[in-house]
């Protein structure tokens, strides 16, 4: 099974940085997704990681520690419209198809 | 280009009625998912198709619970009888196999009253 780690919340101010964490146990791995849903809307992909290292697009960077089962999600330059859920999820290759494993997400509120 | 459509948006019924819910996946997309979402469960997978066979249903909470994926382009997520703790937003999404990246639709907003 999986096991998916992440805060349930966090504030921040605008123009700031926040580095949004996620831990994982899983019996298997193969890559790392990072997805935002503001409310009442639909999840939306932001970001993935199958190596270990950065991946950097714009103002939203992901990191992957395979060997530590850890990631996080840093974000730049924070604007209002960032206050969203953002969602960790891991893809189980034992299946041999695209599922994956949602973390609960983390809430996140900036604030002016 | 479309994205996944679900219908309906909203639906509010009484306990006990059957609740059906439909999704259109990206065109093209050859892997379907329902999810479910819940502030206390998080997001969950219940089922997932694959060239519209059923691959995995060991998400599906109990018989209540049924889906079907008759052709390419088309899937129900039926719930019958339907209870109060069946109150959800759930979710399609859709995929290429060797895709990175899941299409979710903008969700069925579900209560039973």
């Known amino acids: 099974g999986q096991n998916i780690d992440q805060p349930t919340e966090m504030t921040a101010t605008e123009g700031a940085i926040v580095q949004i964490n996620c831990t994982y146990q899983?019996?298997?791995?193969?890559?790392l997704f990072w997805y935002q849903q503001h409310a009442g809307e639909a999840p939306t992909f932001l970001s993935y990681?199958?190596?270990?290292g950065l991946e950097e697009k714009g103002r939203f960077s992901s990191f992957l520690s395979r060997s530590k089962g850890y990631s996080y999600l840093l974000l730049k330059e924070l604007q209002m419209k960032d206050s969203a859920s953002y969602l960790c999820?891991?893809?189980?290759?034992?299946?041999?198809?695209?599922?994956?494993?949602f973390g609960k997400g983390t809430m996140l509120l900036v604030s002016p | 280009d479309a994205g996944v459509i679900q219908s309906p948006r909203h639906e509010v019924t009484e306990m006990g009625q059957e609740v059906t819910l439909r999704c259109k996946p990206i065109?093209?997309?050859?892997?379907l998912f329902w999810y479910r979402q819940t502030m206390m469960r998080g997001l969950e997978l219940l089922i997932y198709?694959?060239?519209?066979?059923?691959?995995?249903d060991s998400g599906m909470p109990e018989d209540r619970f049924s889906a079907k994926m008759p052709n390419a382009s088309f899937s129900t997520l039926k719930i019958q009888p339907s209870e109060p703790r069946d109150s959800a937003v759930y979710f399609c999404?859709?995929?290429?196999?060797?895709?990175?990246?899941?299409?979710f639709g903008e969700g069925s907003w579900l209560t039973v009253v």
């Open positions: 999404a859709s995929t290429l196999n060797s895709g990175n990246t899941i299409y």
């Open positions: 899983t019996s298997g791995f193969n890559g």
């Open positions: 990681n199958v190596l270990d």
């Open positions: 999820a891991v893809r189980d290759p034992g299946s041999g198809y695209s599922t994956l494993t």
């Open positions: 065109s093209g997309h050859n892997s």
């Open positions: 198709f694959n060239n519209n066979v059923p691959i995995d």
